[in-house]
């Protein structure tokens, strides 16, 4: 056990969860620290003027008065002491308006105890080194971030980087599948920053034609080009003090990179066919589907703008990485798409909800929306059964595409096994098993044009294994 001087610093946790504080404490008890423990901030307060706190760990949601107002409480006593926020409710406007109000870091529950002994230890270090100086914070406060919705793990990461980021004036690039979200981190990143006053322009680099593009981002001069009867404003203008989200950064073109790694340095870019210099000042946040480290090393991405627009990166998971969050976000967009069609809300049979929160959504968030528009429009009565779900969705074929990710077929494989037990049927391994070898043999001979040597080789058996196979499957046709 730690040995504790006179002097030791002392850690308040603050939650009204025993459990919370038992844990914490006795994680603790090995470290240097005088820890102590409070179920409530107001009996937490009734103590600062004796043993002032070096270090406060405090809950969020709490009967008598809440974690943010605490901690305001704590500011107004000694404005240097560092608080953590936990929180089990972790949502975009908790982790704002915690690193808004101050806090030294946002803690969602829950956490890894290792994480959180970390955290404590580099508020103490920071603390007894006499604290560092804070970037002003000059976010209005009732200026409120969009829609985001998300309880998982991965989420509460993409909040607490919000948190941290929005308000910094530094490029920002997202990372996430198609239909995950990205340009709606992007309004949120600009929403809860300085910038949200100006304006937020957006582009999909991949959507517009090579030839088209540049002109699109920096604009042209009347004359520059056939067609160009007039002088036009690019994005880049019409972001001017706010913010440009670059979509798709990944298909911009090499040459286009080179202007773009430019402007990003310097702030001045030249319009088509333009011999004036334009001043700029923009925040860039780009977003992208693909590997970046993958098309650098291809070359087909520059290494030096990556690392400019690599400054902060925010990963948004794919929705079937965050299956606690589908039935949150089907009441959400139940409740959206009817409003928006002026259309009864309808509710979904928990079973059904059960359902969807298993399927492998490859679309995403973009898909569960549609889906959502679907049954506004479709299910004939208020409450939506399973037999109101289309038929893609209730005998759904798992694709076995690499692009979808190694774990989606798994989750298809997963649904069917259950239903296939729930039929009182028995023999799961046995059936499962033919199924599977059909797929793979049937998908090796396309792939060989039916040379049974070389399909053999593909699947990784001899000839006459593949043979035997064949005929118990009953595939000689």
Not at 234 to 240: D, V, W, Y
Not at 318 to 344: I, N, S, T, W
Not at 366 to 379: D, E, F, N, V, Y
Not at 446 to 460: D, E, P, V
Request: some cysteine.
């Amino acid at each position: 056990m730690g040995i504790k001087q006179e002097s030791s610093p002392i850690v308040w946790i603050v939650d009204d969860d025993a459990s919370i504080r038992w844990v914490l404490e006795t994680a603790l008890e090995d470290k240097p620290y005088d820890v102590k423990t409070f179920e409530s901030p107001l009996q937490a307060l009734k103590t600062f003027e004796n043993t002032p706190p070096t270090v406060v760990v405090s809950d969020v949601r709490m009967p008598d008065m809440d974690g943010l107002t605490f901690m305001e409480a704590i500011h107004e006593k000694d404005k240097s002491i560092p608080v953590i926020i936990m929180t089990a409710h972790a949502d975009l406007n908790t982790a704002v308006k915690s690193f808004q109000s101050k806090a030294f870091e946002y803690l969602p529950k829950p956490f890894d105890i290792d994480e959180a002994i970390g955290l404590v230890d580099r508020a103490v270090k920071r603390q007894l080194s006499g604290g560092v100086s804070r970037v002003k914070r000059v976010l209005k406060a009732e200026k409120q971030p969009l829609n985001i919705i998300g309880v998982a793990p991965s989420m509460q990461e993409v909040f607490r980087i919000l948190g941290r980021v929005a308000q910094l004036d530094v490029t920002v690039l997202i990372n996430g599948e198609t239909g995950t979200g990205k340009e709606l981190v992007a309004q949120a990143l600009h929403e809860l920053s300085p910038r949200a006053d100006a304006p937020f322009v957006a582009l999909n680099t991949a959507a517009i034609p090579r030839d088209l593009l540049e002109s699109e981002l920096f604009g042209h001069e009347k004359g520059s080009f056939t067609g160009a009867h007039s002088q036009r404003i690019g994005r880049f203008e019409e972001a001017n003090g706010g913010t440009l989200f670059l979509d798709e950064i990944g298909d911009m073109p090499v040459d286009l990179q080179t202007r773009l790694l430019r402007v990003l340095n310097d702030g001045i870019f030249y319009r088509v066919g333009g011999r004036t210099p334009v001043t700029t000042d923009v925040r860039i946040v780009a977003a992208t589907h693909q590997n970046m480290e993958k098309l650098v090393s291809e070359g087909r991405f520059r290494e030096d703008l990556l690392y400019r627009l690599n400054i902060i990166r925010i990963n948004v998971p794919a929705l079937r990485e965050r299956q606690e969050d589908v039935p949150l976000l089907l009441r959400f967009y139940m409740e959206k798409e009817a409003q928006a069609l002026g259309l009864e809300e309808k509710v979904l049979n928990p079973k059904v909800e059960q359902f969807l929160s298993r399927l492998p959504w490859p679309g995403n968030v973009r898909q569960l929306k549609s889906l959502c528009t679907w049954l506004t429009i479709m299910a004939p009565d208020k409450i939506v059964q399973m037999e109101d779900l289309p038929l893609e969705l209730k005998n759904p074929i798992p694709s076995l595409t690499v692009e979808m990710g190694a774990d989606q077929w798994e989750l298809g494989l997963e649904q069917w096994s259950e239903q296939f037990l729930q039929s009182g049927r028995e023999g799961l391994h046995t059936c499962a098993e033919a199924k599977f070898e059909k797929v793979l043999i049937k998908s090796a001979l396309k792939a060989s044009h039916n040379h049974r040597q070389k399909a053999a080789i593909l699947l990784g058996w001899g000839r006459n294994t593949l043979t035997r196979k064949i005929q118990t499957l009953g595939m000689e046709e």
